[in-house]
């Protein structure tokens, strides 16, 4: 008695062209999304700055997140942030939240956006620290 297609081991589709896989595999670079090469980015950033400066990341996540809140109270002036810091408080750490999608917007390149990214980053350390951000990266520039 022949065996029924579905109890095989490797089964074909209905049309018979074979399991479908990817047809690149997971390692090259068009695998990636734009949200996973940028929160890569961010983790070598801070792995980067944290090598040099462990203290600073004693107590301090980072976050990415898409856009920023888009609700400005009627007396604040409207403008877009690249990055925002949030003081420790009732024992949570505090936080550095950098979005991604306004960042991106204003690199022209990778290489742009991977120094964009660092300088979002060391300058809200500055601001969580109580450090000028020179202090922190001697090569910083305004």
């Given at each position: 008695m022949s065996e029924l297609p579905?109890?095989?081991p490797t089964y074909r589709n209905r049309h018979g062209r074979g399991i479908r896989r990817p047809v690149f595999g997971n390692q090259l670079p068009f695998y990636r999304t734009d949200s996973g090469y940028f929160d890569e980015q961010v983790a070598a950033q801070v792995a980067r700055i944290k090598s040099a400066w462990p203290e600073l990341f004693?107590?301090?996540?980072?976050?990415?997140?898409?856009?920023?809140?888009?609700s400005p109270l009627a007396w604040e002036n409207f403008s877009v942030k690249l990055s925002q810091s949030f003081e420790a408080s009732?024992?949570?750490s505090a936080r550095i939240a950098l979005y991604r999608k306004?960042?991106?917007?204003?690199a022209h390149?990778?290489?742009e956006l991977q120094?964009?990214?660092r300088k979002e980053i060391i300058r809200q350390l500055a601001h969580l620290s109580g450090l000028n951000p020179e202090y922190i990266d001697p090569s910083w520039d305004e």
């Open positions: 579905w109890e095989r004693t107590n301090v996540e980072c976050a990415v997140e898409d856009v920023p809140p888009s009732h024992g949570i306004p960042l991106e917007f204003r390149n990778r290489i120094l964009i990214i």
